[in-house]
Structure formats: structure tokens, C-alpha cells
């Protein structure tokens, strides 16, 4: 059953070419394309497309629905097309004509658009909550290893003296960047298309501000025909999100793998966190932030994926749009996995001390020797010479003192006052609006 079909059978390997993974993907949808519908009716009453009595039945039957849905008892039939056909079809069984009333004012475009929505704000919200747990591990750790020195580098040649507290904190800050990204994304998901019908409005008296409150957006995609054009934009500009959360775990990764390395020897985990060799007994491998790194150097390119599907698209709806959900959906399950799997795996780090007593350490202190002939009055470059000229000739002698004060360097990590900006950033999504109005849709 197709709601667009007419008297024409439509070719069955078009129909399956077409269809694709739709029935798959919209299941995830399925409950927020309930929700959408609840307030669609709710405004039909308002402008006197529905009775009072039949908005009653409907919404008691969506409901039913939802709540099927919920409890993992709902599925699209092979016969229909996706989850909105299954949604309406199901409606018009069970309570008649009332049923077939619920499309009016809308097309397919702008629903899938609002479940999109709803759906993306959803998973925001849980990748939002996985991030904010992994922010207060590392900051966890950078404050409890903040005295334990580390060697730092650059080019991948021994630099200056680090710390564990730098590097934990380094990662939590980073993560604050990424949720300003998010948060742009957030406020891009939560405007409403609904209304927008096919991506040029309708003759119906549709009152779209209504259905805006009723489903807890900020604000509305106002013109109909931007809309339609936002989808593709949307979905880009999440994936630009993710793929910077992707970014700062996938750099996280790879510095795990370069410090497990026995060559390093900073860091380790619990055997039975690591995986062996088949041939090789001593081997412990970092194989779960291995995939992590690549799980998250592919989803850093979604965004040009989405950008190649959707470039030089004209204005309106077209099918190429179907496809993202195929791209995008399971990023967001991977992403979310990776940032729980992060979380867990530093909960059982353990971390080497005295690592700068090697000798092969003592050049990392070459800056502090040279900065304290600075404080002493020699002219830096002269400082910097002298320096330069004892460690060629061997007499160089570390000054194993760090005195690092300024803001955010060893001595002074400032968690605090990144804890402060995640924090400001964080209340910004007030995801308590949006739980609130679909809480009293569903009542």
C-alpha cells in the first residue's frame, strides 16, 4: 500500500530499487513520526479540519501506536512503503475515516522532514550526555595525574617537559570546542518544517506556530521552500558536528596506541582490556582504540559524503535525499559507541610514573635552563646560545625544575575554568524544554 498510488501497479523492481533501505532505516523514526502526527492533528482541530471527537479517537489511537512502538512490538509491512504509509494505514484500520483525515496539510516531504528533526535531536541529546560523561573523566584524571610529568613533543622528536594533567585536560577542552559545533547543529535540527507540505506551503489555514510549541522547537524553518532545501543542509551540518567529536577521539586514539607502544611505555590497560597474537604469546594489543581511531576517521568523512550526494541540487525535493539516512544513521550509533567504549577504557588506565628520569629525557629540559639564564639577565638568544653550545659539546646538565604558572600550562591546568565554559555551553541546549513538550504531547 502506497499513500501516493493510484490505478497503476507499480513495477516490482522499481519499487525495490526505490524503496532500498527505507523500511529499515524509518523504524528508527518510527515513534517521532507518531509524535509529528500528534501535533499535526492537534492543529488540524484548531482550524476546524478534524472534530473535537475525532482529534479525541486519533490521538488515543496514535498513542496505542507509540506505545507498540516503545515496546518494540511495531514493523513495516513488506507491502507498504515506509514508516508514514504504516503509521497512516494502521490508523485507518483500526478507527475508520478518521484516519484518512491526518495527511491533510502535509505531505510526505515535510513529515519525513519533522521526524528527521525530532530524530536528530534525540540522538543529539545522547551524544550531548556521552560526551559530558567522557569530559568529567578526563578532567577526573587530569586533575588527580596533574603532578605526573610526561614527555611532550613535536615532529615526533622529544620537545619540552608535558604532563598526564595536561594531556587528559587538552582532550576535555577540545571536547568543549566540539560541543560548540554541536550546539550550532542543535540549534539548525530544532527549527520546525512542518507545514511546509510538499516545500511550497498550502491553502489550508495551517497555524504552523502551534505545531512549533506543540513539539518543543525553538523556532520555525519559516519559508517553505528553504524548508525542503534544508534537508541535506541539516544532515551536513550534524555530520560537521559528529565528525569534530570524531576528530578529538581519533587524535586521542592514536596518541593511546603511540604510548601503549613498548617504546613508549607510558600508559597500560588491564589484560583483559587488550587483545593477543595468534603466533605471538607476549603480544597486548590496543586493538579497541584502533578502531576507535578508524571508526572516527571515517565518520570525519561524512561530511563530504553528504556534501558530494546533495551538491548541485536544484531547490525542491529530490530522491537522492533518501540515501543520507543510509549514511548517517549508523555514524550516529558508532559515534556513540566510540565515546562509551573511550569513557570505559580510561576508567582502567593505569599510568607509568618517573617517566623524565631516563636520562634519554634530560633535552627536554633544555628550554627551562635556557629561560632561567633568561630570568637571571642574559639575553635570551644569548641564553638560547649557550644552551645550544653545551649540549653539542656534552656538558649540558638538565634543570629538572619545572616551574610552569601561566594559565593552563603544568603548573596551572585551569580545569576549572573549562569545566566552566563546557558548563555554559552545556545549559545552552536546554534539552528540558524539548522533553517537556513531547512529554505533554504524549499525555
Not at 15 to 22: A, L, R
Not at 323 to 352: D, G, R, W
Request: proline share 3%.
Amino acid at each position: 500500500m502506497k499513500i501516493w498510488q493510484k490505478n497503476i501497479e507499480v513495477n516490482k523492481d522499481i519499487e525495490s530499487f526505490t524503496v532500498g533501505k527505507d523500511r529499515e532505516l524509518d523504524l528508527e523514526m518510527a515513534a517521532f513520526d507518531v509524535l509529528g502526527s500528534l501535533a499535526h492533528v492537534q492543529m488540524l482541530e484548531s482550524i476546524g479540519l478534524l472534530t473535537a471527537d475525532e482529534l479525541v479517537l486519533i490521538q488515543k489511537e496514535l498513542k496505542n501506536i507509540y506505545a507498540e512502538i516503545e515496546a518494540g512490538d511495531f514493523r513495516i509491512e513488506d507491502t507498504v512503503e515506509d514508516v508514514h504509509s504504516q503509521v497512516e494505514w494502521m490508523l485507518t484500520q483500526r478507527i475508520g475515516e478518521a484516519g484518512k483525515k491526518i495527511h491533510s496539510g502535509r505531505s510526505r516531504n515535510d513529515q519525513v522532514l519533522v521526524d528527521l528533526k525530532l530524530f536528530f535531536r534525540d540522538r543529539i541529546e545522547t551524544t550531548v550526555h556521552n560526551t559530558a560523561v567522557l569530559f568529567q573523566q578526563l578532567i577526573a584524571l587530569s586533575n588527580t595525574h596533574k603532578d605526573k610529568l610526561l614527555p611532550g613533543y613535536t615532529h615526533l622528536q622529544i620537545a619540552m617537559p608535558s604532563s598526564f594533567g595536561l594531556w587528559f585536560g587538552a582532550y576535555a577542552e577540545s571536547l568543549v570546542d566540539d560541543m560548540e559545533v554541536m550546539l550550532a547543529a542543535w540549534k539548525i535540527c530544532n527549527k520546525n518544517p512542518l507545514g511546509s507540505a510538499a516545500g511550497y506551503g498550502s491553502s489550508f489555514p495551517l497555524n504552523r506556530t502551534l505545531t512549533t510549541e506543540l513539539l518543543g522547537f525553538e523556532n520555525l524553518n519559516y519559508n517553505v521552500v528553504y524548508a525542503q532545501m534544508g534537508r541535506g543542509k541539516t544532515e551536513r551540518i550534524l555530520a560537521q558536528a559528529m565528525s569534530s567529536v570524531a576528530a578529538s577521539l581519533a587524535k586521542m586514539a592514536m596518541d593511546v596506541c603511540l604510548f601503549i607502544n613498548q617504546n613508549f611505555g607510558f600508559i597500560r590497560f588491564p589484560d583483559e582490556l587488550t587483545t593477543g597474537s595468534s603466533i605471538m604469546p607476549h603480544k597486548k594489543n590496543p586493538d579497541v582504540f584502533e578502531l576507535i581511531r578508524s571508526r572516527c576517521n571515517k565518520i570525519q568523512a561524512l561530511p563530504n559524503e553528504i556534501a558530494m550526494m546533495t551538491t548541485n541540487l536544484p531547490s525542491g525535493y529530490h530522491r537522492d535525499l533518501q540515501l543520507l539516512k543510509e549514511n548517517l544513521f549508523p555514524a550516529m550509533v558508532s559515534l556513540n559507541e566510540c565515546l562509551e567504549m573511550t569513557t570505559y577504557m580510561l576508567q582502567h588506565i593505569e599510568l607509568k610514573g618517573d617517566i623524565l628520569k631516563d636520562p634519554k629525557y634530560a633535552y627536554l629540559f633544555s628550554v627551562e635552563v635556557v629561560n632561567e639564564l633568561a630570568l637571571s639577565g642574559v639575553p635570551f638568544r644569548e641564553a638560547y646560545k649557550i644552551v645550544g653550545e653545551s649540549i653539542e659539546n656534552g656538558t649540558f646538565k638538565p634543570s629538572e625544575e619545572v616551574n610552569h604558572t601561566h594559565e593552563g600550562s603544568i603548573g596551572n591546568l585551569c580545569n576549572d575554568a573549562i569545566e566552566k565554559m563546557m558548563e555554559q555551553i552545556l545549559d545552552q541546549f536546554n534539552f528540558e524544554k524539548t522533553r517537556s513538550a513531547i512529554q505533554k504531547l504524549l499525555a
